[in-house]
């Protein structure tokens, strides 16, 4: 069937703020659907509040709603806008459960709205357990023995008949939010509490658990014909008991049965059918008995866009999220083209010859005191994806991509070797437990007993010894006498030079350059949906040790944009709608653009953003064979965050230019010292400070400066370790915790200013001119982190004085630090004196809020004048003030009951919100304020 002419406007409902749970993966899908509908000629509304996204930027939709996904919001739309249809499986569970309210509430009816992409009797089915269980009974599809219970005491007489464990998941909610598996009965009561609270209908689902069975997923579409396709099918690596956005993943299925998939993919569809008639996408979960019998009981299913479509689409290139909106407008899949190899149609079902992991990454380190086993309950704030021939080259390449001071898996020194602290861990996981696996393996402990407490499956318990077997091998020889055919095999399992170097004892340097005088070189293999059956046009690629190269480099200019790698707190998807903007500005300018990043969850590594796309880890040695690959003209470090602004100092050693700010002006501004000699040189105020090694330097350097204190390591995000110390006890045990997580880094110690309110400006310079994009004050007072503080745009009561001192310094360090490109700069205002805090020359996570407050592209200007092809000058700024934007924080710790909720100079927020006010009296506005008084009181 062609498409729906009757729908000529679709509104799509986002997903609001990052939370663990539900972060951009909707923004990829929701992004997608968009493009996808206006490339239809429909008109494309969006609601959504969160700022930080390119899903609320014009270049996405006709018309955007920076609004709170409410109910008065929608009404407000529909008053404003003739539309035909609501799509509301792009934006997770907050957008279907404000559709569900909206259709109570007969909203959709008094405008005549139609839900497309899936029915409310399918939403229902899924989100109330007793309906569920019994739907799949009808179609004789197994599920774990569970009841419903919706008060304290029916929840005890079902603990009372099933005995333990005991899984208990709340109705209506989204990462497993309430979620927990319980043991024993003196652990019940607290949990049975939480999920009845935490479930806004007070309803939970209570599981006879089957922990240790296997977990799997699968993706599926299903057009107005009722045919139905799997897209994917995604094995969890961790068994039944650690919640899927937890758990390290693999597709395809590594270890399930032929005849065992098939009856999943009958299953699946056979569910997706029974739960409601409708278009669109689905996400379906089962687990498998680990046992030659491989049973199969469902889960659970979505029948929306889920957390994992963002993955199954980058791992297949199958755009899901694009396809289920134009079947949700009445498309069938054989009318779609296969939008990889732009010849085949898209009724077909993806084939895969290479091997796709995700590890999620997590930031236990923001949450002092948390609970950091897994469990039920999702904890991770972001994940990484990484592809590779095989599953132990996909795991090493994930693993380099996390970020957390790990060369990959292994080889780096960093082993546990204590065995209780491993048996420990083995059998209550966290997110270590890949790493102790090997540990564990490598110091001897069988693979039965590691399967025994872990539950993981033996194949790829197996993988990982084959991986130390070959360690073990490699470390008989010296780079010297090294065969060629072993370095070669390391490579092709995924060993990254460094960690070969660690096993001979001698420099990565020396491994690259042994390697390339042996012709071991990487090569870029298209991913194409059909195992190169047919043709691929889409140039997306990832890397591996073979022979033929299917990435030709062409004769136009390019320019390489490094992504920032996983979400976390401190570095989220801010960055990635900036460098999405300069991807975007780059193409303007007609240069040819390379995109380089291994989060599967972003628009970044959406493969129609860039000319070409790379998914690869920020890792240093993929990003200089890319460079050695690409030739280009430089490389675009400022805008992804400080995952590529670490690697600036590399890129100048080998010579490869920084297109922008240099990186002696990136260094000049992280190094205190220098920096605060050029705020003297300039009679720039700065609170006093001094830079320290050790402990002892500390205390003496307190002295001199007076407490408190503010102390932070260098070269840190999202105010990382950063904290205000009040005596010189406080001072030398933080020093010394430091120095042990972070060794060889400077600490800096600056005089704190009490009571000062803290603002900050973004900017855009040239070298030489300077335009200011935007100033606002914070609601909190400095020593709370900017990233979880109220900020108000314009400053609210800053007087003419301090705002003209906030505009010259600005200026004054923008060009003192030969800034070209976007600056970052924060200011502690006391007693009418402006003193600087930091600066930072690059994007910061303040500038997608500005750019959605005033809408203008500022990325996209900032972009142009770092590649020369504009200066400050040239633009015709035009911002649209109206009223005040407030910056809401929004944070997650309804994940961790057990963590003390105090703010402070390090950032624990995971998103934000925008929120217009026409004037000061507003009550919203009215309310925050009082709060900084109170703060100011203490």
């Given at each position: 069937?062609?498409?729906?002419?009757?729908?000529?406007?679709?509104?799509?409902?986002?997903?609001?703020?990052?939370?663990?749970?539900?972060?951009?993966?909707?923004?990829?899908?929701?992004?997608?659907a968009?493009?996808?509908?206006?490339?239809?000629?429909?008109?494309?509304?969006?609601?959504?509040?969160?700022?930080?996204?390119?899903?609320?930027?014009?270049?996405?939709?006709?018309?955007?709603?920076?609004l709170?996904?409410?109910?008065?919001?929608?009404?407000?739309?529909?008053?404003?806008?003739?539309?035909?249809?609501?799509?509301?499986?792009?934006?997770?569970?907050?957008?279907?459960?404000?559709?569900?309210?909206?259709?109570?509430?007969?909203?959709?009816?008094?405008?005549?709205?139609?839900?497309?992409?899936?029915?409310?009797?399918?939403i229902?089915?899924?989100?109330?357990?007793?309906?569920?269980?019994?739907?799949?009974?009808?179609?004789?599809?197994?599920?774990?023995?569970?009841?419903?219970a919706?008060?304290?005491?029916?929840g005890?007489?079902?603990?009372?008949?099933?005995?333990?464990?005991?899984?208990?998941?709340?109705?209506?909610?989204?990462?497993?939010?309430?979620?927990?598996?319980?043991?024993?009965?003196?652990?019940?009561?607290?949990?049975?509490?939480?999920?009845?609270?935490?479930?806004?209908?007070?309803?939970?689902?209570?599981?006879?658990?089957?922990?240790?069975?296997?977990?799997?997923?699968?993706?599926?579409?299903?057009?107005s014909?009722?045919?139905?396709?799997?897209?994917?099918?995604?094995?969890n690596?961790?068994?039944?008991?650690?919640?899927?956005?937890?758990?390290?993943?693999v597709?395809?299925?590594?270890?399930?049965?032929?005849?065992?998939f098939?009856?999943?993919?009958t299953?699946?569809?056979?569910?997706?059918?029974?739960?409601?008639?409708?278009?669109?996408?689905?996400?379906?979960?089962?687990?498998?008995?680990?046992?030659?019998?491989?049973?199969?009981?469902a889960?659970?299913?979505?029948?929306?866009?889920?957390?994992?479509?963002?993955?199954?689409?980058?791992?297949?290139?199958?755009?899901?999220?694009?396809?289920?909106?134009?079947?949700?407008?009445?498309?069938?899949?054989d009318?779609?083209?296969?939008?990889?190899?732009?010849?085949?149609s898209?009724?077909?079902?993806?084939?895969?010859?290479?091997?796709?992991?995700?590890?999620?990454?997590?930031?236990?380190?923001?949450?002092?005191?948390?609970?950091?086993?897994?469990?039920?309950?999702?904890?991770?704030?972001?994940?990484?994806?990484?592809?590779?021939?095989s599953?132990?080259?996909?795991?090493?390449?994930?693993?380099?991509?996390?970020?957390?001071?790990?060369?990959?898996?292994?080889?780096?020194?960093?082993?546990?070797?204590?065995?209780?602290?491993?048996l420990?861990?083995?059998?209550?996981?966290?997110?270590?437990?890949?790493?102790h696996?090997?540990?564990?393996?490598?110091?001897?402990?069988?693979?039965?007993?590691?399967?025994?407490?872990?539950?993981?499956?033996?194949?790829?318990?197996?993988?990982?010894?084959?991986?130390?077997?070959?360690?073990?091998?490699?470390?008989?020889?010296?780079?010297a006498?090294?065969?060629?055919?072993?370095?070669?095999?390391?490579?092709?399992?995924?060993?990254?030079?460094?960690?070969?170097?660690h096993?001979?004892?001698?420099?990565?340097?020396?491994?690259?350059k042994?390697?390339?005088?042996?012709?071991?070189?990487?090569?870029?293999?298209?991913?194409?949906?059909?195992?190169?059956?047919?043709e691929?046009?889409?140039?997306y690629?990832?890397s591996?040790f073979?022979?033929e190269?299917?990435?030709?480099?062409?004769?136009?200019?390019?320019?390489?944009?490094?992504?920032?790698?996983?979400?976390?707190?401190?570095?989220?998807?801010?960055?990635?709608?900036?460098?999405?903007?300069?991807?975007?500005?780059?193409?303007?300018?007609?240069y040819?653009?390379?995109?380089?990043?291994?989060?599967?969850?972003?628009?970044?590594t959406?493969?129609?953003?860039?000319?070409?796309?790379?998914?690869?880890?920020?890792?240093?040695e993929h990003?200089?064979?890319?460079i050695?690959?690409?030739?280009?003209?430089?490389?675009i470090?400022?805008?992804g965050?400080?995952?590529?602004?670490?690697?600036?100092?590399?890129?100048?050693?080998?010579?490869?230019?920084?297109?922008?700010?240099?990186?002696?002006?990136?260094?000049?501004?992280?190094?205190?010292?220098?920096?605060?000699?050029?705020?003297?040189?300039?009679?720039?105020?700065?609170?006093?400070?001094?830079?320290?090694?050790?402990?002892?330097?500390?205390?003496?350097?307190?002295?001199?400066?007076?407490?408190?204190?503010?102390?932070?390591?260098?070269?840190?995000?999202?105010?990382?370790?950063?904290?205000?110390?009040?005596?010189?006890?406080?001072?030398?045990?933080?020093?010394?915790?430091?120095?042990?997580?972070?060794?060889?880094?400077?600490?800096?110690?600056?005089?704190?200013?009490?009571?000062?309110?803290?603002a900050?400006?973004?900017?855009?310079?040239?070298?030489?001119?300077?335009?200011?994009?935007?100033?606002?004050e914070?609601?909190?007072?400095?020593?709370?982190?900017s990233?979880?503080?109220?900020?108000?745009?314009?400053?609210?009561?800053?007087?003419?004085?301090?705002?003209?001192?906030?505009?010259?310094?600005?200026?004054?360090?923008?060009?003192?630090?030969k800034?070209?490109?976007?600056?970052?700069?924060?200011?502690?205002?006391?007693?009418?004196?402006?003193?600087?805090?930091?600066?930072?020359?690059?994007?910061?996570?303040?500038?997608?809020?500005?750019?959605?407050?005033?809408d203008?592209?500022?990325?996209?200007?900032?972009?142009?004048?770092?590649?020369?092809?504009?200066?400050?000058?040239?633009?015709?700024?035009?911002?649209?003030?109206?009223?005040?934007?407030?910056?809401?924080?929004?944070?997650?710790?309804?994940?961790?009951?057990?963590?003390?909720?105090?703010?402070?100079?390090?950032?624990?927020?995971?998103?934000?919100?925008?929120?217009?006010?026409?004037?000061?009296t507003?009550?919203?506005?009215?309310?925050?304020?009082?709060?900084?008084?109170?703060?100011?009181?203490?």
């Amino acid at each position: 069937m062609p498409k729906d002419k009757s729908i000529k406007s679709v509104l799509i409902i986002g997903s609001g703020p990052i939370i663990i749970g539900q972060a951009c993966e909707f923004d990829y899908s929701g992004s997608q659907a968009s493009r996808s509908l206006k490339q239809e000629g429909i008109e494309v509304t969006l609601i959504n509040s969160n700022p930080a996204t390119i899903m609320t930027d014009k270049v996405t939709a006709d018309h955007i709603y920076l609004l709170p996904l409410t109910t008065q919001s929608i009404i407000k739309i529909l008053e404003e806008r003739k539309i035909d249809a609501v799509l509301p499986t792009m934006g997770g569970q907050t957008a279907l459960n404000l559709a569900m309210k909206c259709d109570e509430m007969g909203i959709w009816k008094k405008y005549n709205v139609r839900m497309i992409g899936v029915d409310i009797g399918a939403i229902e089915v899924t989100e109330d357990r007793d309906k569920f269980r019994a739907r799949m009974e009808e179609i004789g599809v197994g599920m774990a023995p569970s009841k419903i219970a919706r008060s304290f005491l029916e929840g005890k007489e079902v603990a009372q008949e099933f005995g333990f464990p005991l899984v208990i998941r709340p109705s209506f909610t989204l990462g497993g939010s309430g979620g927990a598996v319980v043991y024993s009965k003196e652990d019940f009561d607290n949990a049975l509490n939480r999920g009845l609270h935490t479930s806004p209908i007070h309803e939970v689902l209570i599981d006879k658990a089957v922990l240790g069975w296997k977990e799997y997923e699968l993706e599926l579409l299903r057009d107005s014909n009722d045919n139905v396709t799997i897209i994917c099918s995604i094995e969890n690596f961790d068994p039944m008991g650690v919640h899927t956005g937890d758990s390290i993943t693999v597709a395809p299925a590594m270890t399930l049965s032929d005849s065992t998939f098939q009856k999943m993919r009958t299953m699946a569809i056979k569910m997706m059918r029974a739960i409601g008639n409708f278009a669109g996408g689905c996400n379906v979960q089962f687990a498998v008995s680990p046992d030659d019998a491989e049973e199969i009981i469902a889960i659970e299913i979505n029948p929306r866009v889920s957390r994992s479509s963002a993955l199954a689409s980058k791992a297949t290139g199958y755009p899901i999220a694009k396809i289920a909106s134009k079947l949700a407008i009445g498309y069938n899949l054989d009318e779609l083209q296969n939008q990889i190899t732009q010849s085949t149609s898209a009724f077909f079902e993806p084939t895969l010859d290479y091997v796709i992991v995700k590890i999620p990454r997590w930031n236990f380190d923001k949450f002092k005191g948390a609970n950091r086993e897994l469990g039920f309950q999702m904890k991770s704030v972001g994940e990484v994806m990484a592809i590779g021939r095989s599953f132990q080259e996909a795991l090493q390449k994930a693993c380099q991509s996390l970020e957390i001071k790990r060369n990959g898996l292994g080889a780096d020194g960093r082993e546990v070797t204590n065995q209780a602290e491993l048996l420990k861990s083995l059998e209550k996981p966290s997110w270590n437990r890949l790493f102790h696996i090997y540990d564990a393996i490598k110091l001897g402990i069988s693979i039965k007993t590691i399967q025994k407490l872990t539950r993981i499956d033996p194949w790829f318990l197996h993988q990982i010894e084959e991986l130390i077997v070959l360690e073990r091998e490699i470390e008989k020889y010296t780079l010297a006498t090294l065969p060629k055919e072993l370095l070669y095999e390391a490579k092709q399992k995924g060993y990254a030079d460094r960690q070969i170097a660690h096993l001979l004892k001698c420099l990565e340097s020396e491994v690259y350059k042994k390697r390339t005088e042996m012709g071991i070189k990487r090569v870029y293999k298209l991913v194409d949906t059909c195992a190169a059956e047919f043709e691929a046009k889409t140039p997306y690629y990832y890397s591996t040790f073979e022979d033929e190269n299917e990435s030709i480099r062409s004769d136009k200019k390019k320019i390489i944009v490094l992504g920032s790698g996983p979400n976390r707190i401190g570095q989220g998807i801010e960055f990635d709608y900036s460098c999405v903007h300069g991807v975007l500005a780059a193409k303007e300018c007609g240069y040819e653009t390379i995109m380089i990043n291994c989060n599967p969850e972003t628009v970044s590594t959406d493969f129609n953003v860039a000319d070409k796309l790379y998914f690869e880890p920020v890792f240093w040695e993929h990003i200089y064979d890319i460079i050695q690959n690409e030739q280009p003209e430089g490389v675009i470090v400022q805008l992804g965050g400080q995952t590529a602004l670490k690697l600036a100092e590399k890129l100048e050693r080998y010579g490869i230019k920084i297109i922008g700010t240099d990186f002696k002006s990136l260094d000049l501004a992280e190094d205190r010292g220098s920096f605060s000699t050029l705020l003297k040189e300039n009679n720039i105020p700065y609170p006093k400070f001094g830079v320290i090694e050790d402990a002892e330097q500390a205390v003496e350097l307190s002295r001199e400066l007076g407490f408190p204190l503010l102390v932070r390591p260098s070269y840190v995000l999202g105010g990382q370790s950063m904290k205000i110390v009040i005596n010189e006890q406080e001072l030398e045990q933080h020093v010394v915790k430091i120095l042990q997580d972070i060794p060889e880094n400077k600490v800096l110690l600056d005089h704190f200013l009490e009571g000062a309110i803290e603002a900050e400006a973004d900017a855009i310079c040239d070298g030489k001119d300077v335009y200011i994009i935007g100033i606002m004050e914070h609601i909190e007072p400095a020593g709370i982190h900017s990233g979880d503080s109220y900020a108000v745009l314009p400053p609210f009561d800053l007087s003419e004085k301090v705002m003209k001192q906030i505009e010259e310094h600005t200026k004054k360090i923008a060009v003192a630090l030969k800034t070209v490109g976007l600056i970052n700069i924060q200011f502690a205002v006391k007693d009418e004196v402006v003193y600087i805090i930091e600066a930072n020359p690059r994007a910061s996570r303040t500038v997608p809020f500005i750019a959605k407050a005033y809408d203008e592209p500022y990325v996209n200007y900032a972009t142009k004048v770092m590649l020369g092809e504009k200066k400050v000058k040239d633009f015709k700024f035009n911002p649209k003030k109206k009223g005040y934007a407030i910056k809401i924080p929004v944070f997650s710790y309804e994940k961790f009951p057990e963590v003390q909720k105090e703010l402070g100079p390090e950032m624990k927020s995971t998103g934000e919100a925008i929120y217009f006010i026409d004037d000061l009296t507003d009550e919203y506005f009215h309310n925050i304020y009082s709060e900084r008084n109170l703060y100011l009181s203490k």
